[in-house]
């Protein structure tokens, strides 16, 4: 039984993590992603539809997304929804593809950019401790059916899960940061 609660702790971290490298690639660096268009929902035909449903996107080089629409009637909504998206670029439709050229980010947007990230890594740190508060509530219930040195090592075993989790955190952030603040 107590191994399921140590089981469920690690799972319910590790979708966090998830979760922070999902917000990480939502932020521009200045160089192309294709996840900066990823979360994009597109009316199409009257319907929302995200953006890697109705086209390809691609990096043909540091500075440029192209999106290749699948149906060459979705162009101007593709194009629209982009321009519509509030993530400060602007498509060109250049024949069979639309461009997105990737502008250098200035260094005060940088350094907004890295509170951003700051912030995501601290949210996550906190959904971390929650789940080894919920996990040590958990055992705490079984301490009528565990001796007492079962119970503090699988609370340590816990701990141990923050404390990694945490330096993941912590690792992910770095490597944000150094991306955000290279020029």
Do not use: C, W
Request: glycine letters at 4%.
């Amino acid at each position: 039984m107590a191994d399921n609660i140590i089981s469920e702790v690690e799972l319910e971290m590790g979708i966090s993590i998830e979760h922070l490298i999902d917000e990480f690639g939502k932020i521009r660096t200045g160089r192309a992603n294709p996840s900066l268009v990823t979360g994009i929902q597109v009316e199409y035909y009257g319907v929302k539809t995200p953006l890697q449903q109705l086209a390809s996107v691609s990096v043909p080089d540091p500075r440029l997304l192209v999106v290749q629409p699948f149906d060459k009637n979705s162009f101007e909504e593709i194009e629209k929804a982009i321009q519509n998206a509030d993530i400060g670029l602007n498509p060109a439709t250049d024949g069979d593809i639309i461009r997105i050229p990737i502008p250098a980010l200035s260094e005060e947007r940088r350094k907004e950019l890295t509170k951003v990230a700051s912030k995501a890594a601290e949210d996550t740190k906190v959904s971390i401790r929650s789940h080894r508060r919920t996990g040590i509530d958990q055992l705490s219930k079984l301490k009528d059916d565990l001796p007492a040195d079962d119970l503090k090592r699988y609370e340590a075993q816990i701990q141990d899960l923050t404390d990694k989790f945490v330096q993941k955190i912590d690792e992910l952030y770095k490597i944000k940061e150094n991306e955000l603040l290279e020029v």
